[in-house]
C-alpha cells in the first residue's frame, strides 16, 4: 500500500520534465498514520489546486530512514518542507488549514491571514 | 503473577546510576534513578547543561555507557567548545562512538502551523541516537525551548508526558534540563512531568563572591541528603561538597604522633597527639601558632610522612624563612617532596572553592598531617555559619582520610576561650596560647585546654622560641601568680642560691656532729687507759701484801725455832695454821 501511495506521489512529478519546477517539497510522515494520511491528502489536493504541475513531491517515512530526521531538522510530524523556492520553509500539521499551507508555501502573501492567530 | 514477582524481587531496589560527579554520589547515596528521567532545574548559569554534559561524559569514560545529548539550545560545536576548558573532550567522544550530540533547533519564523501534529520527528530522532550508539544515558537540554518554537501547549505538553514515559520504556538514565521560572520550578511546568528526581541548583553572590549550591528536592524510592550542598564548578567539572554525608563513623586510630615538641608531647600524657585528631591552638597574635603547626609537620616529615601546610596569611618561602630562624628547614621537605605549602589569600576566592581545593589537594596527596594556618582567616569569606560548616567539613574529611588536622586561630586578647568560629567542640585537642605581660616584658605561656581521650597535663607552661625551635619551660606558680619570664630566671636564682645555703648548712652540721663524736672517743680511750692503771695499782698492791705476810711468817718460824721449840714436836705441825689466827 505504501509502495503503491509512493508511486502515485511521483506521477506528478514527471509530466513537467524538461522545465525544473518551481516548486520543491518534501513531506515527513512517520508510518502510515490517520493524520499522515490526512496530510498527504491534504497536500495533493492542495498541490493540483493551486500550484498546477509546478511542483515535485518526495515523501520521506522516517519509520524508514530516521536518519534524515535530523537534515532537515524535524521535529513535528507530518511536515512538509518548503525547499524551493527560498526561503526554505517548514509547515507543520496535517495541511488542513489550506490558507496558511498556502502562505507558507508562499502562494498567497503573509498579510493576507495575518489575522488569523 | 506469582511467578513474575519471586525473579524481580532483588530488582525491588531502586537501582543507581552513578553520576561520577565529585561528591554528588554520596549525596545521592549512589547516584540517579537508573532507567528514569531526572530533572535538574536552576536559573541561567547555575551549570545545568555542564551538570548533564558531566553526567553523560563521567557515564561515557568511567562507567562505560554512552550517552545521547540532545540540546534545544547551543549547536554540537558551541557546546564542545564551552565544556573543553573542564576538559572534557565531546569531538573525540563523539568520535569513539561513546557520545551522540543532535542539536534540535526550532525557528519559529521557518514554521507555520497547518493543523493537527505531534512530535515523532524528535522520538525518531531520539531513537536512532540512541540505538546507534547503544546509549544509556540521555541528556535533554533544555526541551523547554519547544515552547517557544511551537505554539500548541497542549499538543507539546501531551508530547513531552509521552517523551518521559517514552524514555523510561527505553530504559535509558535521563537528564532533563529546566530554566527556573517565578514560583515553579520550571517555566513550562516540566517537573509535573519528572517527578522521580528533582534537582535544584542555584547560586547566590555573598561577599561578592559566587556560592553555588545544590539541592535534591526530591528522590523517589530511595533516602537521600535533604541540604543544601555547595558545589563548585573549576577544570575538573563540578564538584559537589556532602557536608556531613560522610556521617559520624570515622575510624578512631589509638596510635599517638609527636607534636614535634617533647615537652607537649610529655603534657599530652608523654606520647603526643592521637593520630587522626583535630587540633586546634588558639592564641592572640604573635603567640606561636604558626611555629608549633611547623614543629608538628617537620616532625611528620621526619618520619617520612607527607604533609600540606595551607597558609592564608603568609607565602611559600616567606614560611620557609621564618620557620628556619626557629631552626626548622621545612625547604628540605619541600624539595624531597614530603611537604606542599599552599598559600592563598582568604578573599581570592569564596569558601567552597577554598574547600574544593583543599579537598582536591587533599586527595591528590594524601597527606598524614595537615596545618591550616589560620582557620580564622577564612572568617572575612562568609558568614560565621558558612565558615564553621567549612570547618566542619574539613574536619570530617579529614578524620575519614586518617590525616591530622592542625587549625590555628587568631583569638581576640579579651576573649580567649571564645574561637571566633565556635569550632572548638569539634576538634579533639585545644591548646591555648597567651601573653602575659609583666615586669616591662612579654612572656608566651601555653596550656592544654583540653585533650579528649588522653591524660593531660593541667600546668601552664612557658613557651620560648629558641635558635632550636619550641621549649616548654615549668613556670614559677606562687603567691604573687605565674611568674614567666626573667621573674621565672630570677626566682630560679633565688631557689639556687637557696638550695646551696641549705647544703652548706648541712655539711657544717655534720662536721660539728662528727667532731663532737671524735672528742667522746678520745675521751673514752683517755679514760680507759686511767682504769687500766688504776687496775694495775690495785695488782701491785696484792700482790705486795700477800709477799709481806710470807715474809712475816718465815720471820716468825725463824723465831720460834730459835727459841728451841722442837722442830720434831709433831702435835704442833698442824697446828701452826690454827695457831697462826691467834696470833
Redesign the interface.
Known sequence: MKAAKTAKSKSPRRPPKAPSPKYDLRL?V?GQTP?SL??LS?LKRICEEHLAGNYRVEIID??KK??L??GD???????LVKAIPK???????????TE??L??LDVRPARFTAGKG | MKHKLSPRLPSLRLAKSPTGINGLDEITLGGLPRGRPTLICGGAGCGKTLFGIEFLVRGALQFGEPGVCITFEESARDLATNVASLGFDLEKLQAAKKLYI?H???DKS?????????????F??L??AIDSIGAKRVLLDTPEA?FAG?SDVGVLRSELRRLFGWLKDKGVTAIITGERGTGTLTRHGLEEYVSDCVILLDHRVQNDAVTRRLRILKYRGSTHGTNEYPFLIDQHGISALPVTSLGLNHPAPSERISTGIAELDGMLGGQGYYRGSSVLVTGTAGTGKTSMGAHLIDAACRRGESAIFFSFEESPQQIIRNMRSIGLDLGRWVKKGLLQIESARPSAFGLEMHLVRMHQLLEQHKPKVVVIDPISGLLPGGSEHDVHGLVLRIVDFLKHSGATGFFTGLSAEDDLQTTSLAISSLVDAWILLRNIEVNGERNRVLYVLKSRGMAHSNQIREFLLTSQGVRLREVYVGVGGVLTGSARVAREAEEQREQIQKEQENRNRELTAKMALHSLEVKIAKLQAEKQARENELAAAVGEGQAQRATRLAERAAIRQSRGMAAGNSGNSRRPNGLEGKL
Open positions: 515527513y512517520a493524520r490526512q496530510a491534504n522516517l519509520l530516521p536518519q530526521a535530523a531538522q524535524i521535529l513535528a510530524i507530518p511536515t526561503p526554505a520553509r517548514k509547515i507543520i500539521g496535517d495541511l488542513s488549514n496558511r499551507v502562505v507558507g | 543532535d534540535i533547533y526550532i521557518e514554521i507555520a502551523e497547518t493543523g493537527e501534529y505531534d512530535l515523532e520527528g524528535l525518531i530522532r531513537n536512532t519547544l511551537l
